[in-house]
């Protein structure tokens, strides 16, 4: 076994220590500074009802809501001390490790995915941010996400097929009552049929699920187009990252067409004239 396998095998586990550690640095010493006016206001603000909330969100601030109301609950379930309003942040800059995980992974494989974990574990700028009761790791944990769900899309093969069709086929296979003629290109198939058991067991036997894999395109779609809504309920400035992910995907689609020019019967007309 080479030693790019060793480290394939072994990289979840490596990942999750790295995450376990990142989550230990952003909920050490937590409470050790003391809060500062924006957190005060974070707390003051997620403490009252959410039509209340609402409207002084509406008169004197200028950020999105989705931080304040995910905080209001988190508040009323397990208390309002600076500890407990800042280890929701700290939750989300833990989280967003093994997403920069995922993506760096999918970009460049495992090597690249541990380092850019390691490098977030270890950021002295997310720990910081982590650690305050605001929502700048939200922030970066919704738009981590959507990062990946683009990242999926734009190097999945399957990427091309209609919005849509892979939900309906996984649909039809699922809820087909017995097993489908054999056909041995088809991506959904059975393992065996249902068997005579009792009316769950069969039921379950009856309706098998698929890998995830199969309909990971249209789940891609579906994570780009809500995490980016999130993000955008999350920071005022958020509308930036939209726009940034949306010019980046038109200037590699502008990239591709230059680099394939010769395959475009647009870019060949002008070479009709030339001797």
């Known amino acids: 076994m080479n030693e790019e396998a060793d480290i394939e095998e072994f990289a979840p586990w490596l990942a999750l220590a790295v995450t376990l550690m990142g989550g230990f640095l952003r909920v050490f010493l937590l409470t050790d500074k003391g809060m500062w006016l924006d957190e005060t206001f974070s707390v003051w603000l997620a403490n009252k009802s ?7 969100i509406v008169k004197i601030d200028q950020h999105p809501p989705l931080y304040y109301l995910l905080l209001h609950y988190w508040l009323a379930r397990y208390g309002d001390t600076p500890y407990d309003a800042r280890l929701l942040s700290a939750l989300f800059g833990t989280l967003t490790i093994p997403i920069i995980y995922l993506i760096g992974k999918r970009i460049s494989g495992v090597v690249v995915g541990l380092s850019a974990a390691v ?14 009761a605001r929502m700048y790791t939200l922030l970066t944990f919704n738009a981590a996400v959507s990062i990946y769900a683009l990242v999926t ?14 939900f309906r086929e996984y649909l039809h296979t699922w809820r087909t009552l017995g097993p489908p003629a054999p056909d041995p290109k088809g ?23 698929s890998p995830i894999q199969a309909i990971e395109a249209d789940l891609a779609w579906v994570l780009f187009i809500l995490f980016s809504a999130l993000t955008l309920l999350t920071h005022n400035t958020a509308v930036f990252f939209s726009l940034a992910a949306n010019v980046f995907v038109l200037g590699l689609m502008l990239f591709k067409m230059v680099r394939d020019w010769k395959h475009y019967p647009l870019f060949k007309l002008p070479l009709l004239g030339t001797g």
């Open 119 to 132: 490098f977030l574990c270890f950021s002295t700028f997310n720990i910081y941010y982590a650690q305050e």
């Open 187 to 209: 991506e959904f198939s059975y393992k065996e049929e249902a068997r005579a058991q009792n009316r769950w067991i069969s039921w379950i036997y009856r309706h098998r699920w």
């Open 50 to 56: 959410v039509p209340d909330m609402l409207q002084w």
């Open 153 to 166: 899309l734009l190097t999945g093969p399957r990427s091309v097929s209609p919005i849509g069709s892979q």
